[in-house]
């Protein structure tokens, strides 16, 4: 599978990999050697063997387990970008093609400015490259559209602090109880050792559910009914440094952006992770639901002011017809760099319910998948 993590190395040896093959993940030699361990049978993930190994090196996945993925991601994405594909079938690259082109775009929910953005540069491109073949006017749009994707992506980094805190924000009903167990799935199965914190804690299902894979990934988690959000997550990162936890991820309460007095008490419990642990937490996350299209962009925006996100979750992009939001979100994301802010890439991309249907995002592979 893919890699999922830019992780480096806490100062004790991870435990021997599991019998199923995990994703691969990017791994930095720690500062001495680990203490010699016994190996199972061979895992794909290869850990340095010396404290002298150079800076991370990604380990090759096996690609049958990526091309699975890229079918199931073009699958999701049909909907989406078959209306922009359809521009295509013609013979001729005129203005019509080029208005037919902007309205599916804008139907995509790309929005106005990052629908502009492709169009100009798109026309700018099939003039230098004197085009006459609209399938080749189609592979030129992947080109743009994959360069305006490319700010999103990036990836998470674990290691660098023990614990990792990682705070999980979004709106209700956008997966985030979801995604953060899939998460916990993947983590698991990369020997990290992780704690939930149940901060949701005024709906008794969000624990429940949190519960149920906390369970299922054999990892512990601190829960409190009808407690106080930021009380329960200042205990979760006292514990997870106390039991040497590599990653600690807290489940905060859905509400809407709009909501101003919910949205402070996010800031709340953003405040008690920093007196838990200095600098915590290290990444606070948005899960948006990609059916929400232009709506999503508002959340990001809104939760951004509130919190400073460090990374995005885009869930459910499978089925929905307005997959383009993701050029909107980079085309937001250009202009806060171009102000000297920090970019806030999408980790992870969802199309379905399935564990393995939560993977991270890749600017190329997404663009060639909306335009298959």
């Known amino acids: 599978m ?47 063997p010396s404290a002298a190994a150079p800076a991370p090196a990604e380990v090759p996945a096996p690609a049958p387990s990526r091309g699975s993925w890229l079918s199931r991601l073009r699958q999701g994405l049909q909907r989406t970008g078959a209306s ?3 521009v295509f079938t013609g013979t001729q690259i005129d203005e019509a093609l080029y208005e037919e082109l902007e309205t599916a775009l804008l139907m995509a929910d790309a929005g106005v400015g990052a629908t502009q953005y492709l169009l100009d540069t798109l026309k700018r491109r099939v003039k230098e490259a004197r085009c006459s073949d609209p399938q080749a006017v189609k592979a030129l749009l992947a080109d743009v559209l994959a360069e305006l994707l490319q700010p ?44 939930l914190a149940a901060a949701d804690t005024f709906r008794a299902a969000a624990r429940e559910q949190l519960s149920v894979w906390a369970d299922r990934n054999r990892v512990e988690i601190v829960s409190q009914q009808g407690g106080d959000p930021a009380a329960v997550c200042f205990d979760a990162v006292s514990a997870g440094r106390a039991r040497g936890c590599d990653v600690v991820i ?4 859905g509400r809407l952006a709009t909501q101003l007095h919910l949205m402070e008490e996010l800031r709340k419990i953003q405040r008690s992770l920093g007196r838990a642990m200095e600098g915590a937490p290290h ?25 400073g996100l460090t990374g995005l979750v885009v869930t459910k992009l499978d089925g929905t017809a307005k997959g383009g939001v993701l050029a909107a979100i980079a085309l937001w994301v250009r202009e806060r760099m171009a102000c000297g802010r920090p970019a806030v890439p999408v980790y992870f991309i969802g199309v379905g319910e399935k564990l393995e249907d939560l993977q991270t995002f890749d600017a190329r592979e997404f663009a060639q998948a909306l335009l298959a």
């Open 84 to 86: 922009i594909a359809q």
């Open 152 to 195: 999103l992506q990036g990836s998470l980094t674990l290691g660098e602090q023990q614990p990792t805190v990682i705070m999980v924000a979004g709106v209700n009903g956008a997966g985030k109880t979801t995604s953060i167990g899939k998460l916990t799935r993947h983590l698991a199965a990369q020997d990290c050792k992780v704690l």
């Open 250 to 253: 807290a489940d905060t309460a």
């Open 283 to 307: 990444e606070v996350l948005l899960v948006v639901d990609g059916n929400t299209g232009q709506n999503a962009l508002t959340q990001v925006k809104a939760f951004d002011a509130t919190l």
């Open 2 to 48: 893919f890699s999922f993590f830019r992780r480096k190395s806490a100062p004790v040896a991870p435990p021997p990999a599991e019998n199923a093959a995990p994703p691969a993940v990017v791994v930095q030699a720690p500062a001495a050697p680990p203490p010699p361990r016994h190996e199972p049978a061979p895992a794909p993930i290869a850990l340095p």
